[in-house]
């Protein structure tokens, strides 16, 4: 019988027998045998890299049959078979207690030999930080794994996009930007009925996914695909390893960002930036296959609606309440948005919204973390689901991106959409455009790392921050000198902050002095030790954060001016550089479940 028909035989799941070697990172075959098979040690590494897809057999590591067992009995037998075995997990204990020494033969044979377990908390600890790659930023789906075994690298896609992104995988000390795309190309079995026949794979659903700098919250922000914006010249790799730049568009749906004119990912991310002022460290891509694989991995989604739904386009039938859908149900309920009171595409987003959050809190169950099979499949299927950019693109450096997810509670995991308004260059709107007054709130809160929960530790370090910034005497407006260049996005900007400076604030030794030499992503305050008083009470009238401030370490001299350079994240005169701390917009928590209406 074989390590399989014995796993069964036992009624033990065999994926429930592969266990992780801490010593080694690789997970192993560990057997508990029984009868004439209870003296015999197994400890089958897994393969590195496999040929097949799926689940190793626990068979292929050693064949046993009965007549190669009573052949291997001998000493010098026995010798060979401890010279393949893996390092053991903490030694083990021999009949009288002892560790580190191997029990007598009639010790083995009377008592059989047991596994050692680890403990469980241990064991959690270890599932938890490895197991959920990517689970709640996929849209509608959801990555995740085991501690993957290199032959999933093999079910990895990648794209080459050039100089963008992050290519360390992640910074030290410094925020995260994940741009997850889901494609409305028909590939994959069955899903030949869905979306545009004629796609060649659109960026149908867009959620940026911000990770703090100190990991204890995350925004995900959805953007509109009938959004219109701006797509920015971007340069694609041609598959012969030449460049080829594809021209911009102006006043088009951000859809369009992906796959027109062979846009590829790398133009989505160039189109997010300019639309968030955010640079994308990462993108994540999938397509209607994800979502009916990764669902069904985890053994179901919990959703629920508000009303019963029977729509025909997305052929979505459910009853009023909760409900646990994977496969093609999952599909119907993230594609539907006639089932909705608007039936339009923002109404969409909230269920794939609550459906990703559904999905965190899943892969985050002990049903999930504690099963092996279930995480096996989650590898296997989030692996084979997936197209990332290159910096990215194998199973370690997706792990190594986990781990850094996984350090975010959920409740601290905030969904949210772009804020968006009606079109109003359409007489009958179909697409929307961004909200004036609330969009730059949002967009201007990411850009200063500002999170949408009540996480206390950084409330409390913020306010510290600013607290010692603002500590000090402030000196008198009329004492305040600054020279005020822009180097933001803004025509006009440094004569507004003039005159708002001169006329609302009384600072009458404000000075424009027209365009910085270049553009700058954040405004600063330059300013000597001397007038630190100044540089207060100047931060505290304009709402600067910490991060501003640069102090000089040499003394002004006579009638020298601080310098003060406004930055992309200047939004317009009297707008705190710092962004509200609250902002009034829809809100979800992955914590919770709420009722699609």
Same mark, same amino acid.
């Given at each position: 019988?074989?390590?399989?028909?014995?796993?069964?035989?036992?009624?033990?799941?065999?994926? *429930?027998?592969?266990?992780?070697?801490?010593?080694?990172?690789?997970?192993?075959?560990?057997?508990?045998?029984?009868?004439?098979?209870?003296?015999?040690?197994?400890?089958?590494?897994?393969?590195?890299?496999?040929?097949? +897809?799926?689940?190793?057999?626990?068979?292929?590591?050693?064949?046993?049959?009965?007549?190669?067992?009573?052949?291997?009995?001998? /000493?010098?037998?026995?010798?060979?078979?401890?010279?393949? &075995?893996?390092?053991?997990?903490?030694?083990? +204990?021999?009949?009288?207690?002892?560790?580190?020494?191997?029990?007598?033969?009639? /010790? &083995?044979?009377?008592?059989?030999?047991?596994?050692?377990?680890?403990?469980?908390?241990?064991?959690? #600890?270890?599932?938890?930080?490895?197991?959920?790659?990517?689970?709640?930023?996929?849209?509608?789906?959801?990555?995740?794994?085991?501690?993957?075994?290199?032959?999933?690298?093999?079910?990895?896609?990648?794209? *080459?996009?050039?100089?963008?992104?992050?290519?360390?995988?992640?910074?030290?000390?410094?925020?995260?930007?994940?741009?997850?795309?889901?494609?409305?190309?028909?590939?994959?079995?069955?899903?030949?009925?869905?979306?545009?026949?004629?796609?060649?794979?659109?960026?149908?659903?867009?959620?940026?996914?911000?990770?703090?700098?100190?990991?204890?919250?995350?925004?995900?922000?959805?953007? $509109?695909?009938?959004?219109?914006?701006?797509?920015?010249?971007?340069?694609?790799?041609?598959?012969?390893?030449?460049?080829?730049?594809? $021209?911009?568009?102006?006043?088009?749906?951000?859809?369009?960002?992906?796959?027109?004119?062979?846009?590829?990912?790398?133009?989505?991310?160039?189109?997010?930036?300019?639309?968030?002022?955010?640079?994308?460290?990462?993108?994540?891509?999938?397509?209607?296959? @994800?979502?009916? &694989?990764?669902?069904? =991995?985890?053994?179901?989604?919990?959703?629920?609606?508000?009303?019963?739904?029977?729509? &025909?386009?997305?052929?979505?039938?459910?009853?009023?309440? $909760?409900?646990?859908?994977?496969?093609?149900?999952?599909?119907?309920?993230?594609?539907?948005?006639?089932?909705?009171?608007?039936?339009?595409?923002?109404?969409?987003?909230?269920?794939?919204?609550?459906?990703?959050?559904?999905?965190?809190?899943?892969?985050?169950?002990?049903?999930?973390?504690?099963?092996?099979? #279930?995480?096996?499949?989650?590898?296997?299927?989030?692996?084979? =689901?997936?197209?990332?950019?290159?910096?990215?693109?194998?199973?370690?450096?997706?792990?190594?991106?986990?781990?850094?997810?996984?350090?975010?509670?959920?409740?601290?995991?905030?969904?949210?959409?772009? $804020?968006?308004?009606?079109?109003?260059?359409?007489?009958?709107?179909?697409?929307?455009?961004?909200?004036?007054?609330?969009?730059?709130?949002?967009?201007?809160?990411?850009?200063?790392?500002?999170?949408?929960?009540?996480?206390?530790?950084?409330? #409390?370090?913020?306010?510290?921050?600013?607290?010692?910034?603002?500590?000090?005497?402030?000196?008198?407006? /009329?004492?305040?000198?600054?020279?005020?260049?822009?180097?933001?996005?803004?025509?006009?900007?440094?004569?507004?902050?003039?005159?708002?400076?001169?006329?609302?604030?009384?600072?009458?030794?404000?000075?424009?002095?027209?365009?910085?030499?270049?553009?700058?992503?954040?405004?600063?305050?330059?300013?000597?030790?001397?007038? =630190?008083?100044?540089?207060? /009470?100047?931060?505290?009238?304009?709402?600067?954060?910490?991060? @501003?401030?640069?102090?000089?370490?040499?003394?002004?001299?006579?009638?020298?001016?601080?310098?003060?350079?406004?930055?992309?994240?200047?939004?317009? =005169?009297?707008?705190?550089?710092?962004?509200?701390?609250?902002?009034?917009?829809?809100?979800?928590? @992955?914590?919770?479940?709420?009722?699609?209406?």
């Amino acid at each position: 019988m074989d390590a399989q028909g014995r796993g069964r035989a036992e009624e033990i799941d065999p994926a *429930d027998q592969w266990v992780l070697n801490p010593d080694t990172g690789d997970y192993e075959l560990r057997l508990n045998h029984s009868g004439a098979d209870s003296g015999r040690a197994s400890g089958v590494s897994a393969p590195r890299s496999s040929g097949r +897809r799926g689940a190793p057999r626990e068979g292929d590591g050693e064949r046993r049959g009965a007549n190669g067992d009573g052949e291997r009995r001998g /000493a010098a037998g026995e010798g060979a078979r401890r010279g393949r &075995e893996v390092p053991r997990q903490g030694g083990r +204990r021999s009949a009288s207690g002892s560790r580190g020494q191997a029990p007598s033969d009639s /010790a &083995e044979n009377s008592t059989g030999r047991r596994k050692r377990k680890a403990p469980k908390a241990r064991r959690k #600890k270890a599932l938890l930080w490895t197991g959920g790659v990517m689970a709640f930023l996929l849209v509608g789906v959801s990555a995740g794994g085991y501690w993957l075994y290199q032959h999933f690298n093999g079910n990895l896609s990648t794209v *080459d996009i050039g100089d963008r992104g992050n290519k360390d995988v992640i910074t030290a000390n410094a925020p995260l930007n994940i741009l997850v795309i889901g494609t409305d190309k028909r590939t994959g079995k069955g899903n030949e009925g869905y979306g545009d026949s004629g796609s060649v794979g659109h960026a149908d659903t867009n959620i940026l996914f911000h990770v703090s700098k100190d990991r204890t919250n995350a925004t995900a922000m959805s953007i $509109p695909r009938d959004l219109m914006t701006n797509i920015p010249d971007c340069k694609t790799k041609q598959e012969d390893g030449s460049e080829k730049t594809i $021209p911009g568009t102006q006043n088009v749906r951000f859809n369009t960002s992906l796959g027109q004119d062979g846009r590829d990912p790398g133009c989505t991310m160039d189109t997010v930036k300019e639309l968030t002022g955010l640079t994308v460290d990462h993108f994540m891509m999938v397509d209607f296959n @994800a979502v009916k &694989e990764l669902s069904t =991995a985890v053994g179901g989604v919990d959703i629920c609606l508000a009303h019963a739904v029977k729509d &025909e386009k997305s052929h979505l039938d459910l009853p009023a309440g $909760p409900s646990t859908v994977q496969g093609e149900q999952a599909l119907a309920f993230v594609r539907t948005r006639h089932a909705y009171a608007n039936g339009s595409d923002l109404d969409r987003i909230k269920g794939q919204q609550q459906f990703i959050g559904s999905m965190i809190r899943q892969m985050k169950s002990d049903d999930t973390l504690t099963s092996p099979t #279930k995480l096996f499949k989650l590898a296997d299927s989030a692996t084979k =689901a997936l197209t990332v950019d290159s910096a990215i693109g194998s199973v370690p450096k997706l792990s190594s991106l986990a781990k850094e997810l996984t350090k975010i509670d959920t409740k601290n995991i905030t969904f949210v959409t772009l $804020p968006v308004i009606d079109n109003p260059a359409e007489p009958t709107p179909i697409t929307v455009v961004v909200d004036p007054v609330k969009s730059p709130q949002l967009l201007s809160m990411m850009q200063e790392d500002t999170s949408l929960t009540e996480v206390a530790a950084q409330k #409390k370090a913020a306010k510290s921050k600013q607290d010692a910034l603002l500590k000090g005497t402030k000196a008198a407006a /009329a004492d305040v000198r600054v020279d005020v260049y822009n180097g933001g996005e803004i025509p006009g900007a440094a004569q507004q902050t003039v005159t708002w400076l001169q006329n609302d604030k009384g600072v009458l030794k404000s000075t424009n002095k027209a365009n910085a030499p270049a553009k700058a992503a954040k405004t600063t305050l330059a300013y000597a030790p001397n007038q =630190a008083d100044q540089a207060r /009470a100047l931060a505290e009238m304009m709402g600067l954060p910490a991060s @501003a401030m640069k102090p000089g370490t040499k003394d002004a001299v006579g009638l020298q001016a601080m310098v003060l350079t406004l930055g992309a994240d200047f939004k317009g =005169a009297g707008t705190p550089i710092t962004g509200p701390a609250k902002i009034d917009i829809p809100k979800a928590s @992955a914590d919770k479940a709420e009722c699609a209406k």
